[in-house]
């Protein structure tokens, strides 16, 4: 079965300090990648997404994540998070026959000021 | 532009009452619809997706149905609410017929608290 799992269910950092977001992926075949962003209040937001080519994708705000099959990982970095980074971070995947995401089970970052 | 529009924000509703949740999407035609779940301190969940008009496909039972009346509608609904059905539901569309890893796009959600 199709699955994603986010380890870190809360995760609180101080501001500029580095940020990791691990995401694990079970699916046959091959997949698309996502991690979507929901600031407090606001609805689900795409931050990047990968499809193919350089395994390293640059997404929004400075963010980033890196693609390594042989780990089915998906794992979302920041070199240096601010306030304004609190939110909820979701990890998705779908088969690239379709687009039924399977979105992980998210996770709640705090960012102190 | 591409927009969807999803109400209401915010739904208090009796157990046992009737639920009606509507999402439209503008600017785009035959679009995949989908409805997602976000139960409280859990991820989101498909509970509904939809290619076609008429066409409805169903990832988990439960005692929600939905209904796709027009090529741009999405309509959840319940006949009798039950307290595990409140949540945060969220309607999103995927341009365009043929899917290609395109990304979702997630309306503003429904609070939905059943008392």
């Known amino acids: 079965a199709q699955s994603v799992s986010q380890h870190n269910h809360h995760v609180i950092l101080s501001e500029a300090a580095s940020l990791e977001l691990g995401c694990n992926y079970s699916?046959?075949?091959?997949?698309?990648l996502f991690w979507y962003v929901q600031y407090p209040g606001q609805h689900l937001q795409l931050l990047l997404k990968?499809?193919?080519?350089?395994?390293l994708v640059k997404g929004i705000k400075g963010f980033e994540a890196e693609f390594i099959k042989s780990k089915f990982s998906f794992n979302l970095r920041k070199p240096s998070v601010q306030w304004s980074d609190t939110a909820e971070y979701f990890c998705?995947?779908?088969?690239?026959?379709?687009?039924?995401?399977?979105f992980g089970g998210g996770t709640r970052l705090m960012v102190k000021p | 532009s591409q927009t969807i529009h999803q109400w209401p924000a915010t739904l208090v509703q009796p157990v046992g009452s009737p639920l009606s949740l509507e999402c439209t999407v503008e600017g785009t035609s035959n679009p995949n619809l989908y409805w997602y779940r976000q139960a409280a301190g859990r991820g989101l969940q498909l509970l509904f997706y939809?290619?076609?008009?008429?066409?409805i496909s169903s990832e988990v039972p439960q005692n929600l149905s939905a209904s796709r009346p027009q090529d741009r509608q999405f309509i959840l609904s319940s006949k009798k609410l039950l307290l595990s059905d409140s949540g945060f539901y969220l309607c999103a569309f995927e341009p365009g017929h043929i899917s290609s890893g395109s990304p979702l796009h997630f309306g503003n959600g429904t609070r939905l608290t059943v008392t």
């Open positions: 998705a995947a779908a088969n690239n026959a379709g687009n039924m995401l399977t």
């Open positions: 939809s290619v076609g008009i008429g066409q």
């Open positions: 990968y499809f193919s080519g350089d395994p």
């Open positions: 699916y046959g075949g091959t997949v698309n």
